[in-house]
């Protein structure tokens, strides 16, 4: 499952689904847990979000290793 979230109220759904996702100007605790952060949602963050589930969903029903996506950036996070 895939979520995009912007705010504080996303939060807990971001940290309960595979593929988290928050647009750029996001509020800290949607970045906070999300593993791929897209574009400003007034910059096509929400298209990049849709483009993202679209290569995530291609790459598992081939099998194939999920694509990278240039325009997404993956986020990392100190331990918890």
Known sequence: VLYVG???NDAPALRLVGHPVAVAN???PALAQARHVVGHVDDGGAAEALALALQLADGRAAGAPVP????VTPVTHAAR
């Open 6 to 8: 912007d705010g504080l």
């Open 26 to 28: 996001a509020e800290a």
């Open 68 to 71: 990278s996506v240039p325009s």
